[in-house]
């Protein structure tokens, strides 16, 4: 059974958000409904749900999550509208780097303001809007997917960098998305999965989606990228985006540059698959984007062995930002920008 047709990363389902736990994968698949605006906050926090369209889904459905709580005992608008933004902003605090989250929540924020009529009717259409997002992220991944399946060679093996598959978005995937739909015109190509240190999204997540769907792949540490590019292993690296800049600057999943860098070196074609949502015109370049800091253990400890010696010092960014002059082009729903990024993004835009 093909994963990504089948079922949903995060969906809504009886006034809940219904999400894999993907703390628990591959050894278990199991799924957790969250039910408050706090719950939500968590999730997100602790990477239950994770990859930024998957977040910011999360971060839609717990405004409506927070609307319904509020809708039970608040009968004054105005109030039920301030309380309603406290709780998108808390919401907001809880990963500050993948900018789908700060989107899709400011997007439910503003409708909640422009909807006319009863507290009942703005929780109706946050719910509503909610689920529209949901669907809408499937066929943006698959317009992404056709795009770039056209700048896949014939029998191309693509390295991909941590997971921005059907688990990092509702469905079907952005890096992985390109990489399903060249999959499905020419079954001859191949997949390099780096492991994605320190959280494992590499090793846990893409492989164990990519070979459910039966497309061969090969697991290698994040050290061996240069290596196999040296020895002309990769045709193509495919990777997806947290935030990128009105300048194409991307940050993505630390050690994402380093692969950019490799690649430059090897003349192997670097793309960002990522739909508009993640595009940040606000900022000008990638020096403006918040970078996470994460939790130490992290790094020091392996299946809660400590791995290292105890009084190290340990420093942990989640994400890192490559330069636009290293990246090939930018996969969108819209097409494929290329340099001068400045221009095709404001165009895209348009
Ligand atoms: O820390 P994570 O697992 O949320 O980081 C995920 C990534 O860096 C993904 O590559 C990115 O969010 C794009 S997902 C389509």
Not at 11 to 35: A, C, G, H
Not at 301 to 310: R, S
């Amino acid at each position: 059974m093909s994963f990504n047709s089948k079922i949903k990363t995060i969906e809504w389902v009886n006034n809940s958000s219904r999400m894999i736990d993907q703390t628990l994968l591959p050894k278990e698949f199991k799924t957790v409904d969250i039910t408050t605006a706090e719950g939500m906050y968590k999730a997100i926090k602790d990477m239950i749900v994770r990859g930024a369209p998957a977040i910011g889904i999360a971060g839609a459905h717990g405004v409506a999550l927070a609307a319904i709580e509020l809708s039970k005992t608040e009968t004054d608008k105005e109030n039920f509208l301030n309380k309603l933004s406290l709780k998108a902003e808390y919401i907001k605090s809880s990963r500050p780097t993948a900018v789908n989250l700060m989107w899709a929540i400011d997007k439910q924020v503003k409708l909640a303001k422009e909807t006319q009529g009863s507290i009942d009717d703005i929780t109706n259409a946050l719910i509503e809007n909610g689920i529209k997002l949901e669907n809408e992220d499937i066929e943006i991944n698959k317009k992404m997917g056709d795009y770039g399946a056209q700048v896949v060679p014939k029998g191309a093996t693509i390295l991909t960098h941590c997971n921005a598959g059907a688990l990092a978005t509702v469905g079907y995937g952005t890096a992985l998305g390109v990489i399903r739909s060249a999959f499905a015109k020419d079954p001859s190509i191949k997949v390099f999965a780096d492991e994605t240190r320190p959280r494992q999204q590499g090793a846990r997540l893409t492989t164990w989606e990519l070979t459910r769907d039966g497309i061969p792949t090969t697991l290698i540490t994040d050290g061996m990228c240069s290596y196999f590019m040296s020895k002309g292993m990769i045709d193509l690296v495919v990777v997806g985006a947290d935030r990128i800049a009105a300048n194409g600057d991307t940050a993505n999943k630390i050690g994402t540059y380093t692969v950019a860098i490799a690649a430059k070196y090897h003349n192997v074609p670097f793309y960002i698959a990522a739909p508009l949502s993640t595009i940040d015109t606000s900022i000008k370049s990638g020096k403006e984007i918040p970078i996470e800091e994460r939790n130490h253990e992290e790094v020091t400890h392996i299946n809660g062995d400590w791995i290292c010696a105890k009084d190290v010092n340990i420093i942990n960014p989640g994400f890192d930002v490559t330069p636009n002059e290293l990246i090939t082009g930018i996969i969108t729903e819209k097409g494929i920008l290329k340099p001068d990024f400045k221009e095709s993004i404001k165009n895209a835009f348009n």
